[in-house]
């Protein structure tokens, strides 16, 4: 995308995420949590070299935690994010799949103690090859199926 089509959806501070699959833009949206009010613009089926299409988000006044990043890496392993301030990227990072995933997926199994109704435990997957394993009962999650047990 060339500096003048970027400068449409112009932001002056906080956190532009490129690289997105296709179609998935909403879903980091929803999973951000991004505050209704804030300005947010979501450039969708956008020509990439990466995939045959991506989206791009915007937030202006967001800046994205560790955790954040950690969460978009699962459903966008090859995103970029960059932080703009004064309208100008001043950082720009890749965002690496990681290799224990705590809290944000939900097991598969349903009678995994993860999902028991008695005392369930804070999940943990570990990855493994190109799935992920939940760390308790050993189920396998392959990355394509990541984005329907988000806990979000
Ligand atoms: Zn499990």
Request: with cysteine; net charge neutral.
């Amino acid at each position: 995308m060339s500096e003048e089509k970027l400068s449409v959806s112009k932001i002056v501070k906080g956190t532009a995420i490129d690289h997105i699959p296709a179609g998935r833009g909403f879903l980091v949206q929803k999973i951000l949590k991004i505050d209704p009010t804030a300005r947010t613009v979501i450039i969708a089926n956008v020509d990439s070299k990466r995939y045959d299409k991506k989206d791009l988000i915007k937030i202006e006044g967001k800046y994205l935690t560790p955790k954040e990043v950690n969460i978009i890496s699962l459903i966008a392993p090859h995103a970029t994010i960059n932080k703009i301030e004064n309208s100008k990227v001043v950082e720009k990072s890749e965002v690496k799949f990681p290799d224990v995933i705590e809290e944000v997926l939900k097991c598969p199994n349903l009678s995994c103690i993860t999902n028991s109704e008695n005392e369930p435990i804070i999940t943990k997957f570990v990855k493994v090859d190109n799935t992920v394993q939940c760390h308790y009962c050993d189920s396998l999650l392959k990355y394509d199926e990541i984005v329907n047990y988000l806990n979000v």
